[in-house]
């Protein structure tokens, strides 16, 4: 078996990507590839993928962020243009081919480094299909909401959406 090998995100790794995103979400939560590619392009030391030999076998999508509020599912974000206040991970998905190794602790340390290199202290995101269980085990904790901005939230990102927040050390 090929050994596993984490770097940041290439414009080659789109089509990998795309297919992860697939196996992982089904149609819910596909975004086209311009949206994707604008989180690498904002933050390229935050976006991580994992291969076996050429294979994406997982990524994570993560980057600096002006806003408390979560960007827009399936757009493209703007360009830095104001000063980032938190680290916002954007998704993180491992293809059933790479599930049991610690890959998306392994991917998250990683970025979590680069999150902090560049001043970061805060980071934001939004749980989804039953992964907040995962981030609660690396200290993300829920957010308090209003209904009508739990409503906004899971509009977009879906009925079981939950918006979760750590500081970073």
């Known amino acids: 078996m090929p050994e596993l090998t984490i770097r940041p ?23 086209p590839g311009d949206a994707l590619a604008s989180r690498w392009a904002r933050s390229p030391a935050m976006c991580l993928v994992a291969l076996r030999g050429s294979e994406v076998v997982g990524y994570l999508l993560s980057h600096a962020w002006h806003a408390w509020t979560p960007p827009k599912l399936h757009a493209p974000l703007p360009a830095a243009d104001a000063v980032d206040v938190l680290w916002f991970v954007h998704d993180m998905a491992i293809a059933p081919g790479g599930r049991g190794q610690r890959l998306g602790e392994r991917l998250y340390a990683l970025a979590s480094v680069s999150a902090q290199a560049q001043g970061l202290r805060q980071s934001r995101l939004v749980a989804v299909q039953g992964a907040d269980v995962f981030w609660r085990r690396l200290r993300y904790q829920s957010i308090d909401m209003d209904s009508a901005a739990a409503a906004a939230l899971r509009a977009v990102y879906g009925e079981d959406a939950e918006l979760m927040e750590r500081a970073l050390p």
């Not at 297919?19 to 089904?26: D, F, L």
């Open 9 to 31: 995100i290439v414009a080659d790794d789109l089509p990998g990507i795309l297919a992860v995103q697939q196996a992982c979400y089904g149609g819910g939560f596909l975004e």
